[in-house]
């Protein structure tokens, strides 16, 4: 059995203020290129597949082509799960008349597991799509006692793996965040004010673990469990990664052996380091100067305009990162809002309103309601 596993797409992505579609089709087209080549049994898409909730039409659109051509053209099953960052009820809408033509998009958590099951030469193979869902969204669908995400991940593995017939091969489809996965700074936490990490033992009992969530490509709690990766580099952070996808295959015993292809961007992410003039005259030369940079200038003092004369040739360069002590205070103090958490965020409108910080209790509290606001734009796309 040789499958395709992929997630955190993040249709809809910003960065810096651009907006990313054009580089998102970009990467997706050499997807659907490989989906062609290597002639897949399955592809599976773990998670994450917009950036938030109520996408941008844009998004929409290239979602609904790449999927077309996987499914339709291409005459590959495909497997979508939601993650924390999709809509359920928008994603999995049409799932049941969707499943008629290959597409089998699972959003939302329902009352029965549902695995789909692919043949090979040796029988058939049970994807088991598992979609995020917070610990009170498991207790509702499945009325067990789940306190935590540890807990509701491991019930839903196990109703999973006893919808699979005894001795079969199966494959969990899932978007969490397993421990001593290595995190990334472009992921939304999946918890405010609890332990959103599970133990690689909730996936006890399958042969291949295809994950969601973290947006670098490695192994989690052992060498079936994999994070498939982000196809682009979503943060400057991120500029080390190798982009890639996951070829899985799958042999007769359950064995997986896993080669990862690499993707190819229209634009790299890159950090660039040096004197002004330096990098000046470098990227008048530079065969990939429209990439996005981030520059780390060695410059002692002030300078005029820095950033201005570094676009007349490097035309996206988007952010400065500061070294000197003095400047990286100064730095620190103009607080970046795109990387605080909501919880963050009330807190410092809380203590600019009130002129104190927020007690352990008034916390808690925050924490709650955070919560609660982003599990219903989770499930209704409020």
Request: glycine share 8%.
């Amino acid at each position: 059995m040789r499958f395709l596993h992929t997630a955190d797409w993040h249709l809809g992505r910003i960065f810096y203020n651009l907006h990313l579609t054009d580089d998102q089709a970009y990467v997706l087209e050499q997807f659907v290129a490989l989906a062609r080549e290597a002639r897949p049994d399955a592809i599976v898409i773990a998670g994450d597949v917009y950036d938030r909730a109520v996408p941008p039409p844009e998004a929409v659109s290239l979602l609904g082509e790449t999927l077309s051509r996987l499914a339709l053209d291409c005459k590959v099953p495909v497997i979508v799960i939601a993650g924390n960052h999709d809509s359920p009820e928008r994603l999995g809408f049409g799932g049941r008349v969707l499943a008629r033509q290959r597409l089998h998009v699972v959003g939302q958590v329902a009352a029965e597991a549902a695995p789909v099951a692919v043949a090979d030469e040796h029988g058939p193979v049970y994807f088991c799509p598992i979609p995020y869902a917070e610990p009170a969204v498991v207790r509702e669908r499945l009325g067990v006692e789940a306190a935590g995400h540890e807990a509701a991940l491991t019930a839903l593995t196990a109703r999973a793996c006893a919808a699979v017939p005894a001795g079969a091969r199966k494959v969990a489809v899932a978007h969490a965040f397993v421990t001593g996965g290595v995190a990334s700074e472009s992921e939304r936490p999946l918890a405010v004010g609890a332990v959103p990490t599970v133990g690689a033992a909730v996936f006890a009992g399958f042969d291949y673990v295809a994950l969601g969530h973290l947006h670098q490509a490695q192994q989690a709690g052992g060498a079936h469990i994999r994070y498939a990766g982000s196809p682009l580099k979503y943060s400057f952070a991120e500029a080390g990664h190798r982009k890639s996808v996951a070829l899985v295959e799958l042999d007769a015993a359950g064995q997986a052996a896993v080669e990862e292809v690499a993707l190819t961007p229209r634009r790299d992410v890159r950090c660039v380091e040096g004197f002004l003039e330096e990098l000046i005259a470098g990227g008048a030369t530079d065969a990939h100067a429209d990439d996005y940079i981030a520059v780390k200038l060695k410059d002692a003092g002030a300078l005029l305009d820095p950033m201005g004369k570094l676009r007349r040739v490097y035309p996206n360069v988007l952010h400065r990162i500061f070294e000197e002590p003095a400047l990286a205070a100064a730095a620190a103090t103009r607080t970046d809002h795109r990387r605080q958490s909501e919880a963050e965020l009330f807190a410092a409108f809380f203590a600019q309103v009130t002129g104190r910080g927020l007690s352990e209790a008034e916390a808690a509290a925050a924490a709650g309601l955070i919560e609660a606001f982003g599990r219903r734009e989770r499930e209704v796309g409020a």
